[in-house]
């Protein structure tokens, strides 16, 4: 039977596909949470689309969180947590910088692997004057199934315990709205994270979200954005067949 760490470097491999155009070279990060509450993070330094068992650091998140309720970290505080958090103390390799919003979002029901990437067509929108406008609501039917919903949007942050505070905020602000935590946040000028049960729904909603920004960036070339309305987008969710093929869609 397949592990968790193998469903990972999967994943990885998958959104880090040259295809895609979701990441190239160091880009992007995932990790996946371990039944213990210990979980896996990609390595600084290392690539998506070429990702091995090694290229990963297994930590306890609990001592990571702790980084959420500091002030003033600065770097020689964050190598000291990270290190103190192996699992293995004689691993080498450094977690990536992203690794608080990881250990963060892990802890959301229903979260249990994340992939973060930079897909060249989703940025187009993060970057553009439109931004977040241009990625809110939904265009057709898939993309709720998919994504849910609704988005959450983070203004631009340089990556590390302030941007992990920020993410927290606005996936609270999004779970006391509809009861659940977000399929996807867009982050300004920076990217996408895909939140999911599984690695094949991360993969899933990674695809699917990639073809909602070319729909978008075609429906502006065309005139404009015509979402659906909220109405529509709710009678999708709730519909029996589509939450069926959602299950069958993730795996489940």
């Keep these: 039977m397949t592990d968790l760490l193998d469903q990972l470097v999967a994943m990885s491999r998958a959104v880090g596909d040259p295809q895609l155009d979701a990441a190239i070279l160091g880009e992007g990060n995932t990790s996946a949470l371990e039944e213990d509450g210990s979980f896996w993070i990609k390595a600084s330094g290392t690539s998506l689309g070429t990702m091995t068992r090694a290229q990963f650091v297994h930590l306890q998140r609990e001592q990571v969180l702790g980084l959420l309720d500091e002030e003033g970290v600065d770097e020689a505080r964050l190598n000291a947590v990270y290190q103190a958090a192996k699992c293995d103390p004689g691993q080498s390799a450094r977690p990536s910088v992203e690794t608080v919003f990881h250990a963060l979002l892990l802890g959301y029901p229903g979260v249990r692997f994340i992939a973060h990437t930079h897909p060249t067509a989703v940025n187009a929108l993060t970057c553009s004057l439109g931004w977040p406008q241009v990625l809110e609501g939904r265009l057709c039917p898939d993309e709720c199934v998919v994504l849910g919903p609704d988005s959450v949007f983070i203004p631009y942050i340089d990556p590390g315990v302030i941007l992990a505070r920020a993410i927290r905020d606005g996936v609270d602000a999004y779970a006391r709205r509809h ?26 909603i990674t695809h699917m979200a990639i073809k909602a920004a070319r729909l978008r960036l075609g429906a502006l070339a065309a005139g404009g954005l015509k979402p659906l309305s909220e109405t529509v987008i709710s009678g999708l969710l709730g519909r029996p067949d589509e939450q069926y093929r959602q299950r069958l869609l993730d795996g489940r």
Excluded at 185 to 198: C, D, E, K, P, T
């Design 179 to 204: 009861g659940a935590a977000p399929k996807v946040i867009y982050m300004q000028n920076h990217g996408l994270v895909a939140l999911g049960r599984s690695d094949r729904e991360c993969v899933n």
